[in-house]
């Protein structure tokens, strides 16, 4: 299973950040609930953006695992959060993700496609990279595990978004594009507020 050092991430999510979110461990699968369910969308979006036979290979495949994946987590969070009497939230947003989108080349062509699927990659990264710290430092068993079990699955989602965008896309101007958005990513975690979300920020204001 990988662990935080082998990320790509700028980085890193403080253990008390993990401390203080689980303190009401209820809100952040709701919120995670949400996660899975956008993650999923988020995927088939690009069954859209490049789709039929003009895709390059292994294209349809790769964005209808990561689709179903995510898909099944959302399942797995849901029924965690009933089995703990859990209520799910009726309204949801996620400022990190929003910002992210901000970083987008909109209307480029070639560049927003690109740009798409390496804040997909971002994305994934910090998911997994903050499901191995909660894993870490759950003292609940049941929690532990479940975060642990999503590690290897989203470690391989970002690698997928990234191999996808070196399709689309010179694999040396991808990687100076994910180099500049790994720093924009670092900027925008810590500069989110505290709340019981898989992408809070951990800095008191």
């Given at each position: 299973m990988p662990t935080s050092t082998d990320l790509p991430l700028v980085s890193s999510t403080p253990a008390s950040w993990a401390k203080g979110v689980l303190q009401n461990a209820n809100a952040l699968l709701s919120d995670q609930v949400y996660l899975e369910k956008k993650a999923a969308n988020n995927a088939l979006e690009f069954l859209n953006l490049w789709p039929g036979p003009q895709a390059p290979a292994h294209w349809l495949a790769s964005v209808a695992s990561i689709a179903r994946d995510e898909t099944l987590h959302m399942q797995a969070a849901l029924k965690l959060l009933e089995k703990r009497g859990g209520v799910l939230e009726r309204a949801h947003k996620n400022p990190y993700a929003y910002d992210l989108r901000k970083l987008i080349r909109k209307g480029q062509g070639k560049d927003d496609l690109t740009d798409r699927l390496i804040i997909s990659a971002l994305v994934e990264a910090r998911s997994c990279e903050r499901f191995i710290c909660l894993s870490e430092e759950s003292k609940d068993v049941e929690l532990a595990k479940f975060y642990r079990a999503l590690v290897t699955s989203?470690?391989?989602?970002?690698?997928?978004?990234?191999?996808?965008?070196?399709r689309v896309a010179a694999a040396k101007e991808v990687g100076a594009r994910w180099e500049k958005l790994l720093e924009e990513e670092a900027r925008i975690i810590e500069d989110q507020p505290v709340d019981f979300k898989i992408h809070s920020g951990w800095k008191m204001n």
């Open positions: 989203e470690n391989g989602h970002y690698k997928m978004f990234l191999d996808m965008a070196k």
